[in-house]
């Protein structure tokens, strides 16, 4: 079941918050805990044994950690154990094929791989356990003592298959004690309007463009095309995921809590190191708090630094997904962080703007054909073609159709990677009170509307994240 769905938006939705709010305050997180395991359990009906089975492992763990706090042994076995079992879990899921395949390939061996299904949200899920334990062992957070608070933590479906990541730290005092009042109510649907229009109306309809583009043999499109077909992926993947994570925040403020955000205008960015502190902001913060600065951050001088990046941007590819090109994919831009750290940032600081700006986008452009293509060699054939090394054509037929029947979609989604839609909302509501008042909602039901049409009619509605 994906928010971007007619099932969701007019069923579970609407039966959930309905279930919820007539509720009394004291069992809303035992319904949300229900609805939150139904919404699992219709893609991953198995799985959701697991997903329990970390739930009261790592609740039980936390409890023994927070009672030893002062045997050092005991409440080191209990982080331990906690993080072993968390990554063991994910290794066997996500990294079983990708380590018995390459052992294979390395000792020429034949051994078979048997392919497991990836259990929904386990990247997400997982780290959000260890960031409870790791937090409790270090003292920022006492213990949760409810269990039924601690499910609610983990299996609060707005984040809980794609994120984004939230640590128990930042939710802690809104399990049991969060407001919840009207203005947030339409504060959270507001944003899920916005994150469906993103995801149905601009992630899926540039994405058509791209599949089209990424079907066709690589020997056969012209360089123009290929540009046209990453800057579409580069589109669909920002207004896929943003538009994921806006509808989380948002269904997590109509049940009252507090998200933070995860995408700020990534694409505005004018170097690398800008650009990866606005996308996926959870997954930055988690490898920064859990890993990086626990390795010695900055710290420990250039050398250990640039250790401490490796492995960071390293871990970050590798997260995911259990393929080379991602490794290549996070290493390729922990390669830019660590030029721009040690040099090309004071570079980049007298010079114009644009010249950053356009550095950022080619960097980020080309790192998406990385993420994309599950085959390196497939990857780097696209990047020759992109750059004319080959015997493509410049500019051909399909590249001048495909701007024709796309060019206004383009320039659409140019103006929604930047700021100027949400303060052109913002002056609106300040300016137009009373028309605003009434004009805001009539558009946002329009919204809601198109999205409807779209999904009756497309069979097209992928989710990028999913696979991760």
């Not at 805990?33 to 799985?47: D, T």
């Not at 690589?218 to 896929?240: C, M, P, R």
């Amino acid at each position: 079941m994906v928010f971007s769905s007619l099932l969701f938006i007019f069923k579970f939705l609407p039966i959930t918050l309905f279930l919820y709010y007539i509720a009394p305050k004291s069992i809303r997180n035992i319904i949300l805990i229900l609805a939150s395991l139904i919404f699992y359990a219709w893609g991953e009906p198995v799985y959701i044994v697991i997903m329990l089975f970390a739930i009261v492992f790592d609740y039980t763990n936390g409890l023994i950690i927070e009672k030893y706090s002062t045997n050092i042994v005991v409440k080191r076995l209990g982080l331990i154990a906690s993080l072993t079992v968390n990554l063991g879990l994910l290794s066997f899921f996500k990294y079983y094929g990708f380590f018995v395949g390459n052992f294979s390939a390395l000792f020429h061996l034949n051994l078979t791989v048997k392919s497991l299904p990836l259990p929904l949200g386990i990247s997400f899920y997982t780290f959000q356990s260890m960031s409870y334990i790791i937090d409790v062992y270090l003292g920022k957070v006492p213990a949760q003592k409810k269990i039924l608070a601690y499910a609610t933590f983990v299996t609060m479906f707005p984040q809980l298959v794609a994120g984004p990541i939230v640590r128990y730290i930042d939710i802690s005092k809104q399990i049991d004690n969060r407001k919840q009042n009207l203005v947030q109510f339409l504060d959270g649907l507001e944003l899920f309007i916005i994150g469906l229009a993103k995801k149905v109306l601009l992630a899926n309809n540039i994405g058509i463009l791209w599949s089209s583009i990424k079907a066709a043999p690589q020997g056969e499109i012209s360089i123009l095309t290929a540009w046209i077909g990453i800057v579409s992926f580069t589109f669909q993947i920002y207004f896929d995921f943003s538009g994921y994570s806006d509808m989380a925040i948002g269904l997590a403020k109509m049940l009252g809590f507090e998200l933070n955000i995860n995408f700020n205008y990534p694409y505005i960015s004018r170097n690398v190191t800008e650009f990866w502190r606005r996308w996926h902001i959870s997954l930055g913060t988690w490898f920064r708090e859990y890993l990086y600065i626990p390795l010695g951050g900055n710290r420990q001088g250039k050398w250990k630094q640039l250790r401490n990046l490796f492995v960071v941007w390293f871990l970050t590819g590798f997260w995911h997904g259990a393929n080379w090109n991602f490794i290549v994919w996070g290493l390729y831009f922990g390669g830019f962080v660590v030029l721009e750290k040690f040099f090309l940032l004071k570079w980049l600081s007298n010079k114009p703007r644009f010249i950053g700006h356009v550095y950022t986008l080619l960097v980020v452009i080309v790192g998406w054909v990385f993420f994309e293509f599950d085959s390196l060699t497939q990857g780097l054939g696209f990047i020759r073609t992109m750059f004319g090394i080959g015997t493509n054509k410049l500019i051909d037929g399909h590249s001048i159709y495909y701007l024709y029947t796309n060019g206004i979609l383009l320039i659409i989604l140019a103006l929604c990677s930047t700021p100027l839609m949400r303060n052109l909302l913002i002056k609106f509501k300040k300016t137009m009170k009373v028309t605003g008042t009434i004009a805001i909602p009539i558009a946002y039901m329009l919204i809601v509307v198109l999205c409807t049409a779209f999904l009756v009619n497309e069979s097209y509605n992928p989710f990028l994240y999913f696979r991760f």
